[in-house]
């Protein structure tokens, strides 16, 4: 059974500040997902990657494979930023499509 | 930019009615997905649908709900007789080609029990 685990579960930082958050999981994947979710509940699609890097703005996501561990960093943080971030995977293999989630990381960033 | 749309926002049933969520998907995606989450607790696979039938279900999804594309552009979620454990945020999401294609996710229904 996949297992999907992210560190830290919360976090709390000052503006400004460089954030990362891990996520490990268990099996083999076709695709790890980064997700955002706000205090209203809606959860919005960071990132898709199934290797190495990507950047879209003050984002950056990376993956390595052979370590089954991805992380997520946030370079210049903002209040705004405040949200929980979310990892999920696809299992690779036939069939299953659905995704696995990790409980999530509970970031606040304050002024 | 297209988007998931789902209604209502916020559900509220007595323990043993029957409740239906709907969801648009984005047009052009092929595979639809219903996840839910409990206060506090992690997202949580139900089920996916891709060209009209079921494609996976999670043990969760048990005889109590079903899955239904009416038409076209909706995409439903129906439990059958609710019970208070299923108090939780209900998320549809939807993919163009399935596995290695990004999910879009709608803003939830929040179903409460009483």
């Known amino acids: 059974k996949n297992e999907v685990e992210q560190s830290p579960q919360n976090l709390t930082a000052q503006e400004g500040e460089f954030i990362t958050i891990n996520c490990s999981y268990s099996v083999g994947i076709s695709a790890l997902h980064w997700l955002q979710q706000h205090p209203g509940g809606g959860i919005v699609s960071l990132f898709m990657l199934s290797s190495g890097k990507k950047k879209h703005g003050r984002l950056i996501a990376t993956i390595n494979i052979q370590e089954k561990h991805s992380s997520l960093h946030i370079t210049a943080s903002h209040p705004r930023d405040s949200a929980v971030y979310i990892c999920a995977v696809s299992v690779s293999g036939g069939g299953a499509d659905g995704l696995t989630f990790g409980k999530g990381t509970h970031l606040i960033i304050q002024p | 930019e297209p988007e998931v749309t789902q209604t209502p926002s916020h559900q509220v049933t007595q323990m043993g009615q029957e409740v239906i969520l709907r969801c648009v998907p984005i047009?052009?995606?092929?595979?639809f997905y219903w996840y839910r989450q409990i206060l506090g607790q992690k997202v949580e696979f139900l089920v996916s649908f891709y060209n009209n039938e079921i494609s996976e279900k999670s043990e969760i999804f048990d005889d109590q709900f079903s899955v239904e594309r009416p038409d076209g552009s909706n995409f439903t979620l129906k439990i059958r007789s609710t019970k208070l454990e299923d108090s939780a945020m209900y998320f549809c999401?939807?993919?163009?080609?399935?596995?290695?294609?990004?999910?879009?996710f709608g803003q939830g229904t929040r179903l409460t029990v009483v």
């Open positions: 047009s052009n995606h092929l595979y």
């Open positions: 999401a939807s993919r163009d080609r399935g596995r290695h294609t990004e999910a879009f």
